[in-house]
């Protein structure tokens, strides 16, 4: 089955430092140390090329929904490759894996969505979602509404127009960025809310978007786009009182609600995407990642009714295409994909079973540890905030290095979590099982247990 012999780790470091700019690292740091090399997955376990034994609590990158391994996906994509690898839409020309995927897609998604514009990563969605929310005020005759609000601390991607919508200051640092782009604050209790209750705050954060509309002028903004709940940015749900009064706004004003359903979308939340979870409907959805489990790459931006009705109808020509837009062996492993999470009855499972048992496992284990302010989470994912001080909600001066330091702690007990300032982050498969969710939750708290005890907290 190999199609390349295998080399010794070293050789592997050597190669990759001479060859790789790996991805948000210092890369002179990195070669020094050398990156780990994975070999196998199966289910939620990972080994790498020393046969060390991996838990995965972070799904990849967010996006092996269904865990590695799957050989009806390898089948899906194994067939598609023999009967068709590659055609386009493109000259007047479909196929039937895109339109088969489509029906799929469009019976798991809420009824008001119609359309999709498929690509082949979460970035793309979001550049082909900013063409297509202006090209829809052109086709309305408001062509001046153009402006693209998102929040601080969000992420939409590493493409230029993605960067720009996003609000990682350092990634904007690299210059270069798109204009009419505009940022509000992140609804962040923990770090943000001061005296006030998450419910005041949380409508205080919503609020800016309505002072942000008129200070631009509201004939001037096209969409607010955000994620329903903050991924990359440190795992942050919004307090209950955000997303209905971020809505009230949009309508008010006629700007686009734009969902970016990247990591929330395909059942991480326990719904089948993450606005449902909570309570409020976007025009559009940005999607990716959990479409295909990561097995290819595979995004999309869906769109409602109301907005692919007026393209259709009245746009024209709509000048924007990719080369492997709807590509035949993304959408075949995309209908596998779906079908599993669909006809195994996983996304229900993690509703009612699996999501509230990591949810209890995890509060039970660490939200009385003295330097955990707060254990937020839905579904399979979820967030250890480190405080100084619960009372206070005091960060730490130093929270990124110590969260890094216990992601690191977490490598070493043989469990995958990610960490984002101060605050740690685990968004297992979707197919965790409870013996997994347990030893994901027991390793993490060593891995808090040790890292207070190397910081003296
Ligand atoms: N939107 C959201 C909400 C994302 O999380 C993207 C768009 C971009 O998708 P692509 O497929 O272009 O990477 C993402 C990606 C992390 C991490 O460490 C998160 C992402 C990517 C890499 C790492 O949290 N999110």
């Not at 194994?78 to 469009?106: D, G, I, R």
């Not at 990642?289 to 999309?300: D, R």
């Not at 499972?349 to 939200?367: I, K, M, S």
Request: hydrophobic letters at 40%; one cysteine or more; glycine letters at 10%.
């Amino acid at each position: 089955m190999e199609h390349f012999a295998k080399r010794s780790t070293q050789a592997y470091q050597a190669l990759d430092a001479a060859h790789h700019i790996h991805a948000f690292v210092d890369q002179k740091a990195l070669n020094e140390v050398g990156p780990r090399v994975m070999v196998k997955g199966d289910g939620l376990t990972l080994w790498d090329n020393d046969g060390k034994r991996y838990l995965d609590g972070m799904s990849g990158l967010w996006c092996t929904n269904l865990g590695y391994g799957r050989q009806d996906l390898v089948a899906a994509a194994s067939a598609q490759l023999a009967q068709l690898p590659y055609y386009n839409m493109f000259f007047h020309t479909t196929h039937p894996a895109v339109v088969e995927l489509s029906e799929l897609l469009f019976s798991l998604l809420p009824g008001h969505y119609s359309h999709a514009i498929y690509t082949n990563s979460g970035s793309e969605a979001n550049e082909v979602l900013i063409r297509t929310v202006r090209r829809y005020w052109q086709v309305m005759g408001k062509p001046e509404k153009k402006i693209m609000i998102g929040r601080w601390n969000g992420y939409h991607g590493s493409t230029l127009a993605a960067t720009a919508l996003g609000g990682m200051k350092f990634m904007h640092e690299m210059g270069g960025l798109i204009p009419d782009v505009a940022h509000i604050d992140e609804p962040y209790w923990y770090a943000h809310g001061g005296n006030l209750s998450p419910e005041a705050f949380g409508l205080q954060a919503a609020r800016q978007l309505e002072t942000r509309i008129l200070e631009l002028g509201a004939e001037n903004v096209a969409a607010f786009v955000a994620e329903p709940f903050q991924g990359a940015g440190g795992m942050i749900i919004p307090p209950a009182s955000y997303w209905p009064e971020i809505q009230r706004i949009c309508r008010q004003y006629d700007v686009l609600l734009c969902a970016d359903e990247v990591i929330g979308g395909f059942g991480r939340t326990g719904e089948w995407f993450a606005h449902q979870t909570f309570g409020f409907e976007p025009d559009t959805l940005s999607i990716a990642k959990g479409l295909t489990s990561g097995y290819v790459p595979m995004g999309g931006l869906i769109l409602s009714r109301r907005m692919a009705d007026a393209l259709v109808e009245r746009g024209g020509v709509f000048a924007h295409g990719l080369t492997y837009s709807g590509h035949p062996v993304a959408a075949a492993v995309a209908i596998a994909n779906l079908k599993a999470l669909r006809d195994e009855g996983i996304v229900e499972r993690v509703e009612r079973d699996t999501g509230p048992y990591l949810q209890r496992r995890l509060r039970e284990a660490l939200a009385g540890h003295p330097n955990v302010g707060e254990v937020q989470g839905v579904g399979m994912v979820a967030a250890l905030q480190f405080t100084e001080d619960k009372a206070s909600r005091k960060r730490f001066d130093n929270e990124s290095d110590i969260a890094w330091h216990c992601r690191t702690l977490g490598f070493e007990e043989g469990i995958i979590i990610r960490s984002t300032l101060g605050r740690m982050i685990l968004a297992p498969a979707l197919v965790a099982t409870h013996a997994e969710i347990d030893e994901l939750v027991d390793k993490t708290r060593v891995a808090v247990e040790r890292t207070a005890e190397h910081f003296g907290l």
